[in-house]
């Protein structure tokens, strides 16, 4: 007794250091009102395990250690602080008072953390724990009984008034445990019975939560047989709504054995939710800066150099350059700002060929911060199904791209995909949004609801022309276009960037050949060795730079876009959006990131301008800027040499850029001079 009482001063010391007593008396004023009457006044306590121990030790191993105990210790101080303080009157008895301990933190040892990945789970005790996981699926929010009072049956019992008896919900109950007719009062015997006027409800939401690992079996780079089982968290008041599908989170929760005969589930109460990302290495390695030093007397050498030696195990040297640009550049884009808003690139390849071009895009998801690739059995964007612990509500369960968020949706070849299919894609990809039905009869619901999740990835696919190519070539076609075989004009349009990829003849067969031989083996020797891991630390080290526009790419930026918009009007018809000046900024950054520099000047912004212009080409035909199909990279890289050549022909291209704004862009002659 004396160690309890011990237990309930330190308690007191510990809210009063910490101003909980304040936030008590706070937390009370609005149960105050007179036409709120309830069986179980529910409170919030923050509780720093940190501080706690240093006021008492023994108290802070309870906290952490048996937090039932705690919690009842806890809500004795403060049923005694409220009737001492007289803060709310309407509190008669000590089970009135549901006190909840948040815990901030918890001590970083491997006791208190427990990794999704280890079995088996069932056998620890129930405390506090800390675990990192991909939320795959999510209910509805429903409710749940938080507190309830029941009334004894003889009326002659002083259990028949009053509150005696309270019942309120703990980790791992199910509703049947708070709320049932089958209890018994423990002065009399006498069975009791629900005063339901004043039950006491709760928002309630399931969530399934993986470990992040899991995703690695998604990407398809490598084949596995390990399988990951997901964890049920119970979300409850005012922790509902606090995580999304296709986000990571830290959780803080206890683990319980959920009862549901004949079954036992393994689920976790969540105490605290918070966003977390995983730490990934991002140094720039030393082959790198070297590179970057040999290559400073021209902005476009280190990017090039670092495409020509990208993905040699894949595709040989100087094949689909533009290509592997491009999957650089949509890497180094694939970020979240301080605003919350995401930038992507999504790419649409076209190729006579897709064997090479599928296995380089699933090269480059592996070095995505989060790559999945879509399987034809799967679901691309969101499912429903019943829930299977007890509410009956619907479960949402994210689809590949919801999965991918925040990184690269690969969707492999588009010709494989129904007509619904593709115009759900182009849906998604003009809104950057999904919307799920769900019907309410079906799901325990009073209306029907229509709910949207926000798609933040890019999207990677294929276009295969080899049917196409066979077929005559249209009388109505425009020059520069191509035929997209069963890509809708309107779905390519929705696509930031389009690429023609041609083959090289003879070349791409013999590598084939000999990939498969030497399968997973650079196949060509390079003057420079950079691994995969180089790679990938260079574009997590690329994403975190934060870039300015200098005054010269902005003007090439805008003027293209202006004279461009103009000369497509007036000759083809063709309207040209302002999400083409995004894709423009888009990509000028990119290149200044993948260049490791800070400062977006007008080299980046020329390689925007030839990205977009070819891809409009594609789509809509020439227009007066005359630009060649490779301009990107007009010629073999295989020594200095041909980097210097490369450099001139850009910057002959740069003028003609120059030349097309000055001619056409209105206004265009107060910042661009003739010359």
Known sequence: MSDILSLKESILV???????????????????????????????VSVNPSDVIEVDPELGHC????????????????????????????????????????????????????????????????????????????????????????????????????????????????????????FIC??????????????????????????????????????????????????????CNSMRIGRVYRVLGIPAHVHQWPNITWSVEANSVKPWEPEYPHKVSVSFQQLLNVTSSSRWRFSAVLTHCFALNVAPPGLYNTLKLTLLLSLVQNRVDEKETFHNLDLLAVTTDSLILDRLMTYSLQLASRGVRHQASGEMFASLSRDGHGSGSANIHAGSSLLATGGVCMLGDLGGYKKDKLDAIQSVLESSSVSLFIPGKKYGEDADQQISFPVLCSFWALADQSDASKRSLRADAVLGTV?????????????????????????????????????????????????????????????????????????????????????????????????????LISLSEAHCKLSLRARVEEEDAVMAVLLCENSVTLKHGASALIIPPESVFPCDLKDVDGLQRRDDILEDLQQNILRFIYTYASGAGSYITEE
């Open 14 to 44: 510990y809210l009063d250091r910490s101003g909980g007593l304040q936030r008590l008396g706070e937390d009370c004023r609005p149960f105050n009102e007179p036409q709120l009457m309830e069986a179980v006044y529910r409170f919030c």
């Open 63 to 182: 906290v952490l250690q048996d937090p039932l105990t705690a919690t009842a210790l806890f809500q004795s101080v403060c049923f005694l602080a409220i009737k001492t303080l007289s803060l709310l009157d309407k509190i008669h008895t000590e089970s009135q008072v549901n006190v909840i301990l948040k815990l901030t933190h918890l001590p970083p040892f491997p006791e208190y953390s427990l990794d999704l990945c280890s079995f088996p789970r069932g056998n620890g005790a129930m405390r506090p724990v800390s675990m990192e996981g991909l939320v795959i699926a999510i209910t509805r929010v429903t409710k749940y009984t938080q507190g309830a009072r029941f009334l004894c049956s003889d009326e002659e019992c002083p259990c028949s008034a009053g509150f005696h008896h309270i019942r309120v919900h703990a980790p791992g109950a199910t509703e049947s445990a708070t709320v049932r007719n089958d």
């Open 186 to 239: 423990r002065i009399c015997g006498s069975a009791l019975k629900e005063d339901v006027k004043f039950r006491v409800l709760g928002d309630k939401q399931l969530v399934e939560m993986i470990h992040v690992r899991a995703l690695d079996l998604l990407s398809a780079h490598q084949q596995s047989s390990l399988r990951y089982q997901s964890v049920t968290l119970f979300l409850r008041d005012e922790l």
């Open 483 to 583: 035929d997209l075989g069963p890509v809708s004009s309107q779905l390519a349009d929705a696509f930031g960037l389009i690429l023609q990829c041609r083959d090289v003849g003879g070349e791409q067969p013999l590598h084939t050949l000999q990939q498969a031989v030497h399968s997973g083996k650079p196949l060509y020797p390079s003057c420079w060795d950079f691994t995969t891991q180089d790679y990938q630390e260079l574009l997590n080290h690329a994403q975190g730079l934060r870039v300015e526009m200098s005054p010269g790419a902005e003007k090439i930026i805008h003027g293209y876009y202006m004279a461009s918009r103009r000369v497509r009007t007036q000759s083809q018809g063709v309207k040209i959006s302002v999400a083409s000046i995004k894709l």
